[in-house]
């Protein structure tokens, strides 16, 4: 298993399940991994997106290649792709559940949201070919 961490800053949460459901399409085309459960979590700018996948051997490339087809904040890709094309770990993937300004001021905290999941996860299938 392998968890895909989408970073939509998008507060319209009927969008977003609109964007992910629509480019979960590539899950139809790649036959090395489909998507087996969601949890979605609100932040101040939109929503975390942890998309669990049956994935195995997933490299970094795969999970950010992913991560940036599903609609994940192309900046944050970028800077994910920059961190890990010289590492061989994953320890560069993070959603972060708190981010603070430089004074220690909390600026986001992410809060769950089980009833989006479920709302997420049954648009996903509903793409996804089984």
């Not at 932040?43 to 087809?69: E, P, R, W």
């Not at 800077?79 to 972060?96: E, G, I, P, Y």
């Not at 300004?101 to 793409?127: F, M, T, Y």
């Amino acid at each position: 298993m392998e968890t895909l961490k989408l970073d939509l800053d998008i507060k319209d949460f009927q969008k977003v399940v609109s964007i992910v459901r629509n480019r979960c399409a590539v899950f139809n085309i790649l036959d090395f991994v489909k998507p087996i459960g969601c949890r979605v979590f609100s932040t101040t700018k939109g929503y975390h997106i942890y998309l669990v996948t049956d994935g195995k051997d997933l490299n970094s490339f795969d999970i950010c290649f992913l991560q940036m087809a599903l609609g994940s904040d192309y900046k944050r890709e970028t800077f994910n792709f920059m961190r890990f094309r010289d590492s061989l770990d994953k320890k560069w993937n993070v959603l972060f559940e708190s981010k603070y300004d430089g004074q220690g001021n909390l600026l986001s905290h992410e809060v769950a949201e089980p009833v989006l999941s479920d709302v997420l996860w049954k648009a996903i299938q509903e793409r996804v070919k089984a």
